[in-house]
């Protein structure tokens, strides 16, 4: 099969078409930043010995139990993919259903976050977009939208790991054998430290008087069985019950607005092989072509690819068709459309050349997908700010049981 021009290509004749689909790559702009300050159990306050010592295990037990409860929490400090990526300035409120607000800074540039019911966004300008390793064909429709992300893009996944259960769970599971914990100060309020396995690079402190968790400090914070997770130094803090509120607001405000338009970087997408024009007698033409994963990783993302032509002619003006359809990694998807320039029957006809562009682009979410999603927000935020009306709402008290089991 011929390779596709990347700009226009014309068939045989009688008619021509052009497939258009403009990619434009982005170099990586990456940058150094020193961590020797920022590790995990650096740059703190020295240490004052504790007058009392305490048994780690009951306080790290009872702070965990209290986190683990709480209906959200709001996180502010740095996170790092690895030893070597930039830190990034991370300010985030997570519920306890895993919807998720706030903003990510990389350098200078910064992206609002939004998460719910697993779906992850950024809107973020495009200085933010040419530090990414992203190219699509569509890659120049990011800045200032909301661009459907992994959390591995953005360094951090809030509804893996910083939900109050999933991050209690995360820390229970580095709970040391014993031990006591060392009361310091921190940032002028008295905190117990508690080393978790790994010593001074995974440790958690808890406040002397409030019995809940102040900061941790992670060398990789990730759900058991995870292959990898960020570096992370966050402070913690707990959220009103009108800051949660307003998370939930917001994601409602932009599923009703700001999703509909939403693009999709998760995958590269590109076009597979020669686009195809076709037409018959009377003037309907159809366009078809294949769209493909270009990274070749294959994995189970799938995203949702868009196709819009547009077909041209002198005398017969111009005429659109899109056509849209689901992309699973490492495999093809078809995109067909056509219009019909409903040409009337001639004594004496006359050909037509059909000139067309097709562009290939992505979408974060579909219509319907989004209409489950505000509908799923609206019951997690019920669910959230009202537990005890959520939880009488059945003979078993859980807000999840029916009578059929459904």
Not at 260 to 272: E, F, H, K
Request: proline residues 6%.
């Amino acid at each position: 099969m011929s390779p596709v021009h990347p700009s226009r290509r014309r068939p045989s004749r009688p008619v021509r078409f052009a497939a258009a689909a403009a990619v434009l790559a982005l170099g990586t702009a990456g940058c150094s930043i020193d961590l020797s300050d920022w590790r995990p159990g650096g740059g703190g306050d020295e240490p004052s010995p504790s007058p009392t010592p305490v048994e780690a295990g009951p306080l790290l037990d009872t702070a965990l139990e209290t986190l683990g409860a709480a209906p959200a929490v709001s996180v502010q400090g740095q996170i790092a993919a690895s030893e070597e990526a930039a830190v990034s300035e991370t300010a985030l409120t997570v519920t306890d259903a895993g919807a998720a607000h706030g903003t990510v800074q990389q350098s200078e540039n910064e992206a609002e976050v939004l998460q719910a019911d697993g779906h992850l966004f950024v809107n973020a300008p495009d200085e933010y977009w040419l530090d990414q390793d992203v190219a699509n064909p569509d890659t120049d429709q990011y800045a200032g939208a909301w661009v459907r992300v992994t959390g591995a893009q953005l360094g951090i996944d809030p509804a893996a790991v910083l939900t109050p259960a999933s991050l209690a769970e995360i820390l229970r599971g580095m709970a040391p054998d014993g031990g006591d914990a060392v009361l310091e100060n921190l940032d002028g309020t008295s905190a117990y430290r508690v080393d978790l396995e790994g010593g001074e690079r995974n440790r958690v402190w808890i406040g002397e008087d409030s019995g809940q968790v102040m900061r941790i400090e992670i060398e990789r914070l990730a759900p058991e069985g995870a292959d990898s997770g960020p570096r992370t130094r966050l402070d913690f803090t707990t959220p009103e019950t009108a800051d949660i509120e307003g998370v939930y607001d917001d994601i409602l405000a932009a599923a009703e607005d700001g999703l509909a338009g939403s693009r999709d970087a998760r995958l590269p997408v590109d076009w597979d092989g020669q686009l195809d024009l076709s037409c018959e007698t009377g003037g309907a033409c159809t366009v078809t072509g294949k769209a493909t994963d270009a990274s070749g990783s294959g994995g189970d993302t799938t995203v949702l690819v868009r196709m819009d032509a547009t077909l041209t002619n002198e005398e017969l003006g111009e005429q659109t068709c899109d056509d849209t359809a689901s992309l699973k990694a490492g495999e093809t998807a078809e995109l067909s459309c056509g219009v019909d320039y409903d040409l009337a029957p001639s004594a004496e006809p006359q050909e037509y050349e059909i000139s067309g562009d097709a562009l290939l682009s992505t979408r974060g979410i579909s219509g319907d997908a989004r209409e489950e999603l505000i509908s799923t927000v609206e019951d997690q935020r019920e669910a959230t700010l009202n537990p005890e009306d959520e939880a009488s709402a059945s003979p078993s008290g859980s807000p999840s049981a029916s009578p059929s089991g459904n």
